[in-house]
């Protein structure tokens, strides 16, 4: 099979979230098992440019944005054994930043018709288009109003995949004609509540959907999570599939990380110990024996903030400490900041996003809190099993679906059902009894460690719902 992964970002040239390292590493792992895939995102200007040095020149066309025609250059490089295709235009992507614009939905408009007019020009023509949340789901519209029985894009199945409902690329009407160019006779495949919904247009118009966790599928047809969406969704049931996220545990692998103070293993933990010391000493924590807390977030309601914040000084009391890394909505920020002041040798806190120390908290942390409102995938809690640190989550998405509660068989963390703040805590303090017997903590702590999240069976179940699409 011959698979394009079209995604507004994709590590190592950009990323904002979880949805970069999926369309960084899922087409690798599918190529590996005999399939071609490349990649194509939007060519900003915040990729550092030593990434871009080998790129080069491809073709320049013009796209159609409604009555609008935009210059396109479309640039390629390869890395890994990928090939990455860039969309180039200056006006919608010479910018400090990849959303919150005002105009971002013009600006993603222009890249979905841009990756299929691109196919005109390359030596690529792929039996799937994998497209990856809203900036991406006018490609399966286009696709079949515009260019479904044009000579060269005939047999092409679109897959779409859903990383965060939340968000769905919702606009007024006066867009449908003035920005997308989409006739009003097709104006249903879009329309939802009285807004044209990008999201609700892929779901409709793809030949699948996929979710990044098999809880999320089936939380999604609930209102609860779908924001607006449960109603469209659950006649979709027959195309939805939810297919749980890997990592890429190359890069993320503590016998071997560069970022992180000492190498260790499963089969030898002592380098652990010394990546604790190395941290405490770097954030300036109190040396000590008590359990340190690894957070790595962004701190925005969904993720379970407010659970932490209410009980903040309660976990400090069973004897915690906390290594937090992370930026998002400004309270959070100002109460972490706060309780970092006042509990200047138990709690460090650095605001925005820094990769290595990242990794280094989720090597030198003892345990790693997640209790999450909403969580479709989450790769943290996979990144801190893989590092040693053991998760402890809310059964939601993702997390469900990955961490096992140490109370049952084969446990691999803590869990906790409800979105409930003393339920949060008493996780924690289960957590903190394991912990203070040794043995039972060392082999905790190594069941989590072998825990497979690799890309290797995720990609074998997108490889076999593309090729069922290829089928039909």
Request: proline share 4%.
């Amino acid at each position: 099979m011959k698979i394009l992964f079209a995604a507004s970002e994709a590590v190592p040239f950009a990323a904002s979230g979880g949805l970069a390292d999926v369309a960084g590493s899922l087409p690798k792992a599918i190529a590996s098992k005999g399939h071609e895939c490349c990649v194509v995102i939007p060519k900003y200007s915040d990729i550092p440019e030593e990434l871009l040095e080998d790129a080069y020149f491809v073709a320049n066309l013009t796209v159609d944005v409604s009555w609008r025609k935009q210059y396109c250059g479309i640039y390629k490089t390869e890395k890994d054994g990928i090939a990455y295709y860039f969309i180039e235009n200056d006006y919608y992507f010479e910018r400090d930043g990849f959303y919150g614009f005002y105009d971002d939905c013009e600006r993603f408009v222009f890249f979905d018709r841009a990756v299929l007019e691109m196919l005109r020009y390359i030596d690529f023509k792929p039996d799937i288009i994998s497209c990856n949340d809203w900036q991406t789901a006018l490609i399966p519209v286009y696709y079949n109003v515009y260019y479904k029985y044009q000579q060269g894009f005939d047999n092409i199945k679109i897959s779409f995949t859903i990383h965060n409902i939340e968000y769905q690329g919702r606009y007024g009407k006066e867009v449908l004609e003035e920005v997308m160019g989409i006739p009003r006779y097709n104006s249903g495949l879009l329309e939802y509540d009285g807004y044209i919904n990008m999201l609700k247009g892929a779901l409709e118009t793809s030949d699948s959907i996929i979710t990044v966790s098999p809880s999320y599928a089936w939380e999604i047809l609930d209102p609860w999570y779908a924001h607006g969406l449960d109603r469209i969704l659950v006649t979709k049931q027959y195309k939805l599939k939810g297919i749980l996220n890997g990592i890429d545990t190359e890069s993320y692998d503590p016998s071997t990380d560069p970022a992180i103070a000492w190498h260790y293993s499963e089969n030898d933990l002592s380098g652990k110990e010394e990546c604790k010391k190395f941290l405490l000493e770097e954030l300036g924590l109190r040396d000590g024996n008590e359990p340190l807390i690894g957070i790595v977030t962004r701190f925005v309601n969904h993720k379970g903030i407010d659970l932490i914040r209410y009980m903040f000084e309660e976990i400090l009391k069973i004897g915690f400490k906390f290594a937090i890394l992370g930026s998002g909505d400004r309270m959070y920020e100002d109460f972490f900041t706060e309780m970092a002041a006042r509990y200047p040798e138990r709690v460090s806190v650095n605001i925005g996003f820094v990769p290595e120390l990242s990794r280094r908290i989720y090597a030198g942390s003892d345990v790693f809190l997640m209790p999450s409102q909403s969580e479709p995938c989450g790769l943290t809690q996979m990144i801190s099993m893989r590092y040693g640190t053991v998760p402890i989550v809310r059964e939601t998405g993702g997390l469900r679906d990955s961490v096992r509660d140490n109370g049952g068989e084969n446990g691999n963390g803590f869990t906790f059902k409800t979105y409930n703040a003393d339920d949060m805590l008493d996780a924690l303090k289960r957590a903190k009894a394991v912990y203070d017997n040794k043995p039972e903590w060392e082999k905790l702590v190594k069941r989590a460690m072998n825990c497979d999240y690799s890309w290797s069976v995720p990609a074998e179940e997108y490889i076999k719902v593309f090729s069922e699409l290829l089928l039909n």
